[in-house]
């Protein structure tokens, strides 16, 4: 089974990314580089609102499974790698991911605005694929602890100074019985071909 390993938390400046606590990964399959555990953890149970209005569980009570992740709108590199890995991944996966949710959750409350978020679905060709899940920090501070994320925001953002955060950025692969199955940590090397290898083990 694949599951967790600890998390690495990942100073975001402009042009800078500094991995904390880097741990050996040992790959599930060939060209995989999830971490290897002997059983799933259960998902903590996360319920909030996506940026359009539409309602976000997981677990699925429809049985789906899912991929989650943990972003900020404003970040300027690390978040729009990630987003870009996902949405090629998903090209890959063509219908199969279709049956599967794709969940981002703001590490940002105070910057990830509706707008911002629109904003940020489409650059990534994301809009309509992926609900992205905001709220005030009282609401997502829980869900970052229960899923061991790291996330601490400089709201001191300007035209000339980048906002800067400090968060862990997982993707997390949730099977449809709601066990965490696998997680692919930024800053360890990954590929679209491995996010969607995980999509059609999961859907298959």
Same mark, same amino acid.
């Given at each position: 089974?694949?599951?967790?390993?600890?998390?690495?938390?990942l100073?975001?400046? &402009?042009?800078?990314? %500094?991995?904390i =606590?880097?741990?050996?990964?040992?790959?599930?399959? /060939?060209?995989?580089? @999830?971490d $290897?555990?002997?059983?799933?953890a259960v998902?903590?149970? &996360?319920?909030?609102? %996506?940026?359009? =209005?539409?309602?976000i569980?997981?677990?699925?009570? /429809?049985g789906r499974? @899912?991929m $989650?992740t943990?972003?900020f709108t404003?970040?300027?590199?690390v978040c729009?790698?990630i987003?870009?890995q996902?949405?090629?991944?998903?090209?890959?996966?063509?219908?199969?991911?279709?049956?599967?949710?794709?969940?981002?959750?703001s590490?940002?409350?105070?910057?990830?605005?509706?707008a911002?978020?629109?904003?940020?679905?489409?650059?990534y060709?994301l809009?309509?694929?992926?609900?992205?899940m905001?709220g005030?920090r009282?609401?997502?501070?829980?869900i970052?602890?229960?899923w061991?994320?790291?996330?601490q925001?400089d709201d001191?953002?300007?035209?000339?100074h980048?906002r800067?955060?400090?968060?862990?950025?997982?993707?997390?692969?949730?099977?449809?019985?709601?066990?965490?199955?696998?997680?692919y940590?930024?800053?360890?090397?990954?590929?679209?071909?491995?996010?969607?290898?995980?999509?059609?083990?999961l859907v298959g």
């Amino acid at each position: 089974m694949r599951l967790l390993i600890p998390l690495i938390a990942l100073a975001v400046t &402009t042009g800078l990314v %500094a991995i904390i =606590g880097l741990t050996r990964v040992t790959g599930t399959e /060939a060209g995989s580089q @999830a971490d $290897v555990q002997e059983a799933a953890a259960v998902v903590p149970k &996360t319920t909030g609102r %996506a940026a359009d =209005g539409s309602s976000i569980r997981l677990p699925s009570p /429809a049985g789906r499974p @899912a991929m $989650v992740t943990f972003l900020f709108t404003e970040c300027p590199d690390v978040c729009m790698l990630i987003a870009g890995q996902i949405a090629a991944a998903l090209d890959r996966a063509g219908p199969a991911a279709e049956e599967i949710d794709v969940i981002a959750v703001s590490v940002d409350p105070e910057g990830d605005s509706p707008a911002a978020v629109r904003r940020f679905l489409t650059r990534y060709d994301l809009q309509g694929r992926m609900q992205y899940m905001v709220g005030t920090r009282t609401q997502l501070e829980p869900i970052w602890k229960a899923w061991g994320v790291a996330a601490q925001t400089d709201d001191h953002g300007s035209a000339d100074h980048a906002r800067e955060s400090v968060h862990s950025a997982p993707i997390v692969f949730v099977d449809g019985a709601g066990r965490q199955v696998a997680r692919y940590s930024a800053g360890v090397p990954y590929t679209p071909a491995d996010l969607e290898q995980e999509i059609r083990a999961l859907v298959g």
